[in-house]
T-cell receptor, first 115, second 110 residues
């Protein structure tokens, strides 16, 4: 298993540009999450999904959109990049929220800079 | 006040020392996670706890549900243990949210 994969690893955007951060997991996990990590701060939840076709906002959803058309993929879309979105983005997945298999598996992260 | 507080924020110790990192939380939880973030940025899940104690190699995690407190211990610390250790709690109240602490930066000197 590859686990959770994210692309790209690094990206520099200009203000107002758009991009999609890709996240794929091959563990058949139903729950998937997008987090951002700002320097010196804890991870903040942007969006999450409890299964294909179902998404919900987390703590800091403004400026982002997500979709979950398949179990494996959970892309994060930035429509109009702003400097405040400069951060490291982590995708994670887990088997189920309430059962014993709820260890979270994290992707390697995407470091995004908006200039 | 953050719902998940970790202490200390930073810790430098000599190789071989016994390390303790603490996590206190203020919400009802179904589970608590300890994560390790390597200097390169990757995050690895170390433990998931809902009660008692777990051990994996030189790492031990404990949780006291009544006191809303968890500790992560590292025995015989080694420079390769240098990383940021993150405590995260899963809310008990059906919204499946996970709340993260800001992390404890550990540096083990050879």
């Amino acid at each position: 298993n590859a686990g959770v994969t994210q692309t790209p690893k690094f990206r520099i955007l200009k203000i107002g540009q758009s991009m999609t951060l890709q996240c794929t997991q091959d563990m058949n996990h139903n729950y998937m999450y997008w987090y951002r990590q700002d320097p010196g701060m804890g991870l903040k939840l942007i969006y999450y999904s409890v299964g294909a076709g179902i998404t919900d906002k987390g703590e800091v959803p403004n400026g982002y959109n997500v979709s979950r058309s398949t179990t494996e993929d959970f892309p994060l879309r930035l429509e109009l990049a702003a400097p405040s979105q400069t951060s490291v983005y982590f995708c994670a997945s887990t088997w189920t929220s309430g059962g014993p298999y709820n260890e979270q598996f994290f992707g390697p992260g995407t470091r995004l800079t908006v200039l | 006040k953050n719902e998940v507080e970790q202490s200390p924020q930073n810790l430098t110790a000599q190789e071989g020392e016994f390390i303790t990192i603490n996590c206190s939380y203020s919400v009802g939880i179904s589970a608590l996670h300890w994560l390790q973030q390597h200097p390169g940025g990757g995050i690895v899940s170390l433990f998931m706890l809902s009660s008692g104690k777990k051990k994996h190699g030189r790492l031990i995690a404990t949780i006291n549900i009544q006191e809303k407190h968890s500790s992560l211990h590292i025995t015989a610390s080694h420079p390769r243990d240098s990383a940021v250790y993150i405590c995260a709690v899963r809310s008990r109240f059906g919204d499946d949210k996970i709340i993260f602490g800001k992390g404890t930066r550990l540096h083990i000197l050879p």
